[in-house]
């Protein structure tokens, strides 16, 4: 089965670049999105189709997907994104995501 | 604005089935495919499986013996069984819908959860 790979924690400083990996075999010949999930909180779509933001969502967020690796990157982190982020992908018809990064900012 | 809400019994004994509705409100449920997913306390997200307003059906390998998804447009609303249940299936349980593109399907809304804790 297809796996993605995230790393389970990631800190970053008040208004620093925080950057999130996901890594799964191949994963930029897919699409690649990003949720983020607060305490007690539904997911959030943040990116979709690698690099597209969806209404709403802060320009601070970006994504990008290339080789095996997906990557959000949230330019001038603020402590409301203190949350846990989720990559997700389509392969063989089935969704598969990562197993969650919590990203604190310190 | 499309908004799902989530019902169903909050406990199920074990063994048996699981059943929970997501209705649809704001916008008609025909053409999108809509999804479950699952996430135990503490833990990560689990796609359970999509279906089509034509009844068309993806499912998790892993829960694909145990679980059925159906679909009623005319109440704008589609539910999951999900048979045999054990502990480990104890977990929030979110409704979604699915935005496809090419291979790619991504969740734009997300109900906001139901916890399904199996106990006896």
């Known amino acids: ?106 | 604005q499309v908004q799902l809400q989530e019902s169903g019994p909050g406990l199920v004994k074990p063994s048996e089935t699981l059943s929970l509705t997501c209705t649809v409100s704001g916008g008609s449920i025909s053409s999108y495919y809509w999804s479950w997913i699952r996430q135990p306390a503490g833990k990560g997200l689990e796609w359970i499986g999509r279906i089509y307003t034509s009844g068309s059906t993806n499912y998790n390998p892993s829960l694909k013996s145990r679980v059925t998804m159906s679909v009623d447009t005319s109440k704008n609303q589609f539910s999951l069984k999900l048979s045999s249940v054990t502990a480990a299936d104890t977990a929030v349980y979110y409704c979604a819908r699915a935005y496809i593109v090419g291979a790619h399907n991504w969740f734009d809304r997300w109900g906001q959860g139901t916890l399904v804790t199996v106990s006896s």
């Open chain 1, 1 to 106: 089965s297809y796996e993605l790979t995230q790393p389970p924690s990631v800190s970053v400083s008040p208004g620093q670049t925080a950057s999130i990996t996901c890594s799964g075999d191949k994963l930029g010949d897919k699409y690649a999105c990003w949720y983020q999930q607060k305490p007690g909180q539904s997911p959030v779509l943040v990116i979709y189709q690698d690099t597209k933001r969806p209404s709403g969502i802060p320009e601070r967020f970006s994504g990008s997907n290339s080789g095996n690796t997906a990557t959000l990157t949230i330019s001038g982190t603020q402590a409301m994104d203190e949350a846990d982020y989720y990559c997700q992908a389509w392969h063989s018809s089935t969704v598969v995501f990562g197993g969650g990064t919590k990203l604190t900012v310190l």
